[in-house]
């Protein structure tokens, strides 16, 4: 077993030099101009060059502000909404065929209103945000919330927990916290890719910094940004991993 696991960590190390040997030998071969595709190796210069200018700070702060509000507020209405909808025929019934019509439209459908509503804003950002994290999460919840196995709430029943509120804390959530926490954590990528489109269109943060830099050519900053928004997630979804391993420890 360690020897196997010695093995694929020595591949995926391979597998990642190979993939930076490649991407450093095309624009040094000619393959393609380094002004369009730059060398891994000068993507530290440019690194340091925008932490030392301040930019990298300010576009980072900005755009976490706008990642947390809109996937706290997201991640809040999808579950709120998701597991009352699960528990309630008649609300199902009322919000089918509004979930049908909007569930389609891409979260980039919004801009237009979102700047006309707010303006140029992080409460614009915010608002692209909280869409599309808001359905990942909205069917995780009513998926989870409608599979509880039906035998369950007839138990709570029979123990004299007939309410809904009382179902819903000792059999539902309980009973749905795992597929819940799973597009959470969907969620959490969806989100990533959500500001970067809130801020195209002009917001402060990552997005327009990646657009300033693309409209000056200046592809060695593009991927400094993508390369920050890599780790960023990374970072975020390793803190949620730990959190919810400790909240679900009592599944084990």
């Known amino acids: 077993m360690p020897h196997s696991k010695t093995r694929r960590l020595l591949l995926s190390l391979l597998g990642v030099i190979t993939f930076l040997a490649i991407w450093e030998a095309m624009p040094r071969l000619g393959v393609v101009k380094p002004m369009l595709l730059p060398a891994p190796s000068e993507i530290p210069a440019s690194f340091w060059r925008e932490i030392s200018s301040g930019a990298w700070h300010s576009a980072v702060l900005e755009s976490l502000g706008h990642y947390i509000s809109g996937l706290f507020l997201g991640s809040a209405l999808g579950v709120g909404l998701g597991v009352a909808t699960g528990m309630?025929?008649?609300?199902?019934?009322?919000?089918?065929?509004?979930?049908?019509?909007?569930?389609?439209?891409?979260?980039?459908?919004?801009?237009?209103?979102?700047?006309?509503?707010?303006?140029?804003?992080?409460?614009?950002?915010?608002f692209i945000i909280i869409i599309g994290v808001f359905w990942i999460n909205y069917f995780a919840a009513l998926g989870a919330v409608q599979a509880v196995d039906r035998d369950l709430i007839e138990l709570a029943d029979a123990f004299g927990h007939r309410s809904p509120i009382a179902k819903l804390f000792k059999v539902i959530l309980p009973a749905s916290i795992?597929?819940?926490?799973?597009?959470?954590?969907?969620?959490?990528?969806?989100?990533?890719?959500?500001?970067?489109?809130a801020e195209l269109f002009g917001v402060a943060g990552l997005g327009?910094?990646?657009?300033?830099?693309?409209?000056?050519?200046?592809?060695?900053?593009?991927?400094?940004?993508?390369?920050?928004?890599?780790?960023l997630y990374g970072i975020v979804d390793m803190i949620f991993v730990a959190l919810r391993d400790r909240l679900l420890a009592w599944k084990a």
């Open 208 to 231: 327009q910094r990646m657009m300033q830099a693309s409209s000056l050519l200046a592809t060695d900053i593009v991927v400094v940004y993508m390369i920050t928004m890599a780790l």
């Open 88 to 126: 309630s025929r008649t609300l199902e019934d009322l919000t089918n065929w509004i979930v049908r019509l909007l569930r389609p439209i891409p979260g980039l459908a919004w801009v237009p209103f979102a700047i006309i509503w707010f303006g140029v804003s992080p409460t614009a950002a915010n």
């Open 178 to 197: 795992q597929p819940i926490m799973a597009g959470l954590r969907t969620g959490l990528g969806q989100a990533w890719m959500a500001v970067v489109a």
